[in-house]
């Protein structure tokens, strides 16, 4: 795992430099995606720290009166790891951060979204400031990786550093199943963990898919208002992404519904048995795949640009339109080496004019296309400045 601490070390900065300036520091993102080994690489160049494991009774127990443990500890940066198994603390951190009255005070790791955990939104505000950690990107791996290695075993850290190919998948099908029998009870969902594990493998199929809900539905015997409650529960887990329509500035009938994307391609593979490459290149979602594997590092590597993608009902689309103000770049994805674009591309181009357009490609060699339209490899692209 050492290959980890290094290529971490961005989010390892950007978390300390969070400490020295908010009371409250929350690292959230999916379960398994190295939070803790993040937190205890931070934590050494803070010698006076506490660190607890909420999942463990004995660390929950020494919570048994949370202002006298506040006290004990005021001089030291305190860690609380799953702090969503105890949002009822909140409220005691925002009195306890009040009466000190300086910074760094408090790290806290969750396995869910701070929408989910509304307890520190309400208590803590303008006092926390949060941090996503996501598995694996393709920046942080492509020294030690190929980019294939990360699209196939998807990016956590102990599915990608396996010591072979069927560990890899063992762990990920292991993953699923701890999730759905273990991890959403504890958030206090009452969905029967078969029906959830069906939804979520329905998601693998439709990868990448406009949602439909009633659809969905039917096949479940659920209706839609369950399927957007199942929705909402991958999603605030960080396991799903809803990649919303572009609606602004445009007299054209848009498409309304959102697309659908597990966010790490390891787990789309897992959820369908797809164990090897050559699998995934015959299998009906390889392209779909592909297009969630590059749109999820792009969204992560251009975190100031909010991500849409642009479809009209008379099929002008493109994969994924990244705005920041008057700032539009389209993107376009294809899983082929010699990638061709649709006339509805085009027509869509027409009708956003954005300041740049990409055709992302496993491609050796960027190169123009036609039109402004510039051909390169995800990893390129991640090395642009728009």
């Known amino acids: 795992m050492h290959r980890y601490k290094i290529i971490k070390r961005d989010k390892q900065q950007l978390v300390e430099n969070r400490l020295k300036n908010n009371p409250v520091v929350a690292l959230l993102g999916p379960r398994q995606c190295g939070k803790s080994t993040l937190a205890h690489q931070i934590l050494k160049k803070h010698p006076n720290h506490i660190y607890l494991d909420l999942e463990k009774n004995t660390d929950i127990a020494k919570l048994s009166d949370v202002w006298a443990f506040f006290q004990i500890h005021r001089n030291e940066l305190i860690c609380l790891d799953e702090i969503q ?13 009040d009466e000190q ?29 949060y941090v996503e950690l996501s598995p694996f990107s393709l920046t942080e791996v492509a020294y030690a990786f190929d980019w294939r290695d990360l699209w196939l075993a998807g990016g956590f850290p102990n599915s ?33 963990s078969q029906v959830l594990n069906r939804f979520w493998t329905m998601c693998a199929h439709k990868q990448g898919q406009l949602l439909n809900a009633t659809q969905l539905g039917n096949a479940l015997g659920v209706t839609h208002h369950t399927i957007k409650n199942y929705i909402d529960i991958l999603s605030e887990t960080f396991m799903l992404r809803q990649l919303n329509p572009y609606h602004e500035n445009t007299k054209k009938r848009l498409i309304k519904s959102p697309k659908l994307y597990i966010r790490d391609t390891g787990i789309v593979h897992a959820l369908l048995g797809i164990e090897c490459l050559d699998d995934l290149l015959g299998h009906p ?102």
């Open 160 to 192: 990608l550093l396996a010591q072979d190919p069927d560990n890899s998948f063992d762990w990920r099908l292991n993953f699923v199943r701890t999730f759905l029998e273990r991890d959403i009870p504890q958030l206090g969902f009452r969905v029967p």
């Open 101 to 129: 009255g300086t910074n760094g005070q408090f790290l806290i790791l969750g396995s869910a979204s701070r929408d989910l955990i509304k307890q520190s939104s309400e208590s803590l505000a303008g006092r926390i400031s």
């Open 285 to 386: 979602v390889c392209g779909y795949s592909y297009e969630g594997f590059v749109i999820e590092n792009i969204i992560q590597h251009f975190r100031k640009y909010d991500a849409y993608f642009y479809r009209t009902s008379g099929g002008h689309e493109i994969d994924l339109l990244l705005v920041k103000g008057n700032r539009k770049i389209a993107i376009e994805v294809k899983v082929s080496t010699t990638p061709v674009l649709e006339k509805g591309f085009w027509a869509a181009k027409k009708d956003m004019q954005p300041d740049a357009c990409y055709l992302v490609a496993p491609v050796e060699q960027r190169y123009p296309l036609k039109a402004g339209v510039e051909v390169l490899s995800l990893g390129d692209l991640l090395t642009e400045t728009f």
């Open 85 to 97: 198994r105890a949002p009822e603390i909140f409220s005691q951190i925002r009195s306890f951060c």
